[in-house]
């Protein structure tokens, strides 16, 4: 009997120590994940940008330079209502200048480019999510390919989803995605990728 007990207790034991050890294989750690991306502080991108909103639609090109942390400046043309406009972020503080010289400053890039021109455009979300990752300034939900591209991601209410990538420099960024929050969809062609 006891022999018996010692046989089942070695069972249990292996069992334990297979599960332990299968169970010991983490996800991969999320801010590994993304820090090469948030470590790009100075690089460039032109495009294209498309906006839905309200049942009317806008196309424009872009001009994105990232100077460092919260940090760029976006020169946008097209059929936003102002032909070309600029649009300067600080940490704090954003100036839109319009191609009539009439500028605006508010502390929020989406605020002021929404009460100027009427455009509901997550910029300071966009800055991270261009590079292929969520914004670290709230929650999100996530899921990714088998190379480790970032597919799908939720955040604030928005739905984005990634569609093609280009190896830039020895990594996958993004040249193609959607996001989408109720009624107001964007979708962001990136021709080009420069990094400083």
């Known amino acids: 009997m006891i022999q018996k007990n010692s046989f089942y207790a070695a069972i249990l034991s292996c069992f334990m120590l297979f599960f332990l050890i ?15 991306r948030l470590a790009l502080s100075q690089w460039e991108i ?5 906006i839905q909103q309200n049942k009317q639609g806008a196309s424009l090109s872009f001009d994105w330079q ?25 940490p704090g503080m ?23 021109l009427g455009w509901d455009i997550p910029f300071s979300s966009l800055d991270y999510w261009i590079r292929g990752m969520p914004s670290p300034e709230s929650a999100y939900t996530a899921e990714h390919d088998v190379y480790e591209r970032l597919v799908s991601l939720t955040q604030q209410r928005w739905e984005i989803t990634y ?34």
């Open 22 to 36: 299968g169970c010991s294989t983490a996800p991969v750690n999320q801010s590994a994940r993304y820090e090469e």
């Open 46 to 50: 032109n495009g294209k940008l498309a």
């Open 66 to 90: 990232h100077q460092g942390r919260e940090q760029y400046t976006i020169q946008l043309s097209g059929s936003l209502g102002q032909g070309a406009s600029e649009l300067r972020v600080a």
């Open 94 to 116: 954003a100036i839109l200048t319009l191609d009539n010289g009439e500028s605006y400053q508010g502390e929020h890039p989406q605020a002021l480019v929404k009460s100027v």
């Open 163 to 196: 569609t093609h990538f280009d190896a830039i420099n020895g990594m996958e960024l993004p040249t193609n995605f959607r996001a989408t929050n109720g009624d107001v969809v964007l979708k962001v062609i990136i021709k080009e990728w420069n990094i400083k």
